[in-house]
């Protein structure tokens, strides 16, 4: 599946940055990408925080690998946390 790679950073509450990428199906709107980013947030406890084009830009295009494939085919994204999520 060829998916498509947004590069996120949030300013959480605390006043750090979360560092993540939203994947999903190459065909998907970027309000879309928003809102599964925003759905993603809300999970977390950082509702209400910014999520814009300016936080979140496309990135690239890859082949997906089986387990973002599953989550997509699931939930019809992936999230790929890299720094502060946590």
Request: net charge negative; proline share 2%.
């Amino acid at each position: 599946m060829k998916v498509a790679v947004y590069d996120t950073y949030v300013v959480k509450k605390n006043g750090t940055t979360m560092h993540f990428d939203i994947i999903v199906p190459n065909d998907q709107s970027h309000e879309t990408v928003i809102q599964y980013g925003l759905a993603y947030l809300k999970r977390v406890g950082q509702e209400g925080q910014p999520l814009t084009t300016k936080e979140c830009r496309f990135c690239h295009m890859e082949e997906a690998s089986e387990n973002v494939e599953k989550s997509i085919n699931e939930s019809g994204y992936y999230i790929y946390e890299m720094e502060g999520c946590n």
